[in-house]
């Protein structure tokens, strides 16, 4: 299983971007698709999920209305569209596949700085 994102890099506060994350080695369709991020000196964190069949999402407070997951099957791709980002954002951006059967995943992680 292979899960590698691109999209991260350096915005000014109030920025873009998206990121993506390319999964192959799975049955894309089967997990859930969730993107986590880790601040310096600071826990993972998760920041949204998309549930394998019905996409039912999931966020947290701190990017509620700003940030929205979604995912393409046929692409075997999940993207993080990330809006106003913040200086707050800052972290390592990582792709997560679980699924019950399987267990879960990660990718390489892709660092997001929001700094003017």
């Known amino acids: 299983v292979q899960l590698v994102e691109s999209g991260g890099g350096l915005v000014q506060p109030g920025g873009s971007l998206r990121l993506s994350c390319a999964a192959s080695?799975?049955?894309?369709?089967?997990?859930?698709m969730s993107w986590y991020r880790q601040a310096p000196g600071k826990e993972r964190e998760l920041v949204a999920r998309?549930?394998?069949?019905?996409?039912?999402?999931h966020y947290a407070d701190s990017v509620k209305g700003r940030f929205t997951i979604s995912r393409d099957n046929a692409k075997n791709t999940v993207y993080l569209q990330m809006l106003n980002l913040k200086p707050e954002d800052t972290a390592v951006y990582y792709c997560?596949?679980?699924?019950?059967?399987?267990?879960?995943?990660w990718g390489q992680g892709t660092q997001v700085t929001v700094s003017s």
């Open positions: 080695g799975l049955t894309f369709s089967r997990y859930d």
């Open positions: 997560n596949a679980r699924w019950i059967v399987s267990g879960a995943f």
């Open positions: 998309i549930i394998y069949n019905v996409g039912i999402t």
